[in-house]
Antibody, heavy 120, light 108 residues
Framework: QVQLVESGGGLVKPGGSLRLSCAAS????????MSWIRQAPGKGLEWVSY????????YYADSVKGRFTISRDNAKNSLYLQMNSLRAEDTAVYYC?????????????WGQGTLVTVSS | SYVLTQPPSVSVAPGKTARITCGGN??????VHWYQQKPGQAPVLVIY???DRPSGIPERFSGSNSGNTATLTISRVEAGDEADYYC???????????FGGGTKLTVL
């Protein structure tokens, strides 16, 4: 069965850095585009970044562009999000999500999320 | 940037029909996807391409999309349908995924 397991979240000071990882299993990881989506406490969903199956195409939300970097290692079935210059408003649960092949633009599986807290 | 507007809340009695709207400029020209999120859980895709259901999603869930409004319809609402619902599109003009603000469905 499809599994996405995020890790790397935690408490970090403003201006600090953090690297999130997402371990994928149960499907051919290299066939799927992937996304990071976040949710601030008590708030709605916010898309963060997208990476194509090969890693050649990448998009970012304006709120994180220039500070966050998405990447993947298809040999390790892993997705990453390098987060630099973190701000209080980056505090959220970060979800790793698989892009749907059947429905372009949709995400059909989500991990359980990892909490990132930016606070001094 | 493209904006999707949802009502913050919708209430419905058990057994009745709930309709959750998602407004956007000419949204009928885009493919709309809907997610259900229960407290403490990750979102689940319930409708894709406006009206298609993933396997395992009950037929009570349906969707439509025309003009400036997309609608998620839940028939014969059950207590277990109580959740937050989000609409989502891909905005090709900006290469961005856009989510609506979410609608809290309360089953009375």
């Amino acid at each position: 069965q499809v599994q996405l397991v995020e890790s790397g979240g935690g408490l970090v000071k403003p201006g600090g850095s953090l690297r999130l990882s997402c371990a994928a299993s149960g499907f051919t990881f290299s066939d799927y585009y992937m996304s990071w989506i976040r949710q601030a406490p008590g708030k709605g969903l916010e898309w963060v970044s997208y990476i194509s199956s090969s890693g050649s195409t990448i998009y970012y939300a304006d709120s994180v562009k220039g500070r966050f970097t998405i990447s993947r290692d298809n040999a390790k079935n892993s997705l990453y999000l390098q987060m630099n210059s973190l701000r209080a408003e980056d505090t959220a649960v970060y979800y790793c999500a698989r892009g749907s092949i059947a429905a372009a633009g949709a995400t059909d599986y989500w991990g359980q999320g990892t909490l990132v807290t930016v606070s001094s | 940037s493209y904006v999707l507007t949802q009502p913050p809340s919708v209430s419905v009695a058990p057994g009745k029909t709930a309709r959750i709207t998602c407004g956007g400029n000419n949204i009928g020209s885009k493919s709309v996807h809907w997610y259900q999120q229960k407290p403490g859980q990750a979102p689940v895709l319930v409708i894709y391409y406006d009206s298609d259901r993933p396997s395992g999603i009950p037929e009570r869930f349906s969707g439509s999309n025309s003009g400036n409004t997309a609608t998620l319809t839940i028939s014969r609402v059950e207590a277990g349908d109580e959740a937050d619902y989000y609409c989502q599109v891909w905005d090709s003009s900006s290469d961005r995924v856009v989510f609506g603000g979410g609608t809290k469905l309360t089953v009375l």
